[in-house]
């Protein structure tokens, strides 16, 4: 089984900063081993670039070879952790730490933008007890950054705890906490 998570360095954090690398790696974490040909197949681009991309990922350490599948003329890819987990304090405060992690978060925040999409374009063809479970909604709540961050590690707790339903399928939740753009100060200014 996959380990936990990792908290990648600033060149690990590097590698992750190209989308279809962060496509893969989730790929590999939801769905579990698989070739670069397969791999190639879901992202539509060729095998050529999908190799590419799996050496950069097992160089920087998200990936390893599933020695227990394949043969000589196929190799088999499986994520070595079940979660990236970075941050501020993950980082270094330097320029490049921080220019690092906005690279990296823009590359999630892009492919969670088009995970979403997905979700939406697919939703009609959802049975009707999915079309009612599934949820979009935002709310915006006056708070500290320490409660902020209680909140958030909350929501993670309770999310953790819940065991994987062999009948069930994949949920993705999305979750994100920040300040409302346009917003930090402006109580301040009234």
Same mark, same amino acid.
């Given at each position: ?5 990792? +908290?990648? @360095?600033?060149? =690990? ?7 279809? #690398? ?7 974490? +939801? ?16 095998? @050529? ?6 050496? =950069? ?11 227990? #599948?394949?043969?000589? #003329? ?7 952790? =079940? ?5 501020? @304090? ?5 320029? &490049? @730490? ?7 978060? =823009?590359?999630? +925040? ?21 079309? &009612? ?55 301040? &200014?009234?």
């Amino acid at each position: 089984m996959a380990a936990r998570e990792i +908290v990648p @360095g600033v060149d =690990q954090l590097k590698a992750l900063t190209h989308p279809v #690398r962060v496509r893969m790696l989730g790929i590999l974490r +939801v769905d579990g081993p698989a070739t670069a040909t397969t791999l190639a197949t879901r992202l539509g681009i060729n095998t @050529g670039a999908t190799s590419y991309h799996l050496r =950069q990922l097992a160089q920087h350490g998200f990936i390893e070879d599933d020695e227990s #599948r394949g043969n000589a #003329r196929e190799r088999w890819w499986k994520a070595a952790h =079940q979660a990236t987990v970075t941050g501020d @304090g993950d980082v270094p405060d330097t320029p &490049e @730490g921080r220019e690092t992690l906005d690279a990296y978060l =823009q590359t999630v +925040v892009t492919i969670y933008a088009q995970r979403l999409q997905e979700a939406i374009e697919e939703r009609a063809l959802l049975p009707k007890e999915w079309r &009612e479970a599934f949820g979009l909604n935002d709310r915006v709540v006056r708070l500290t950054p320490s409660q902020a961050s209680q909140v958030e590690e909350q929501v993670n707790t309770l999310i953790d705890d819940l065991e994987d339903d062999p009948d069930g399928e994949a949920v993705m939740f999305q979750f994100h906490v920040f300040p409302l753009p346009g917003h930090l100060g402006a109580d301040q &200014e009234r």
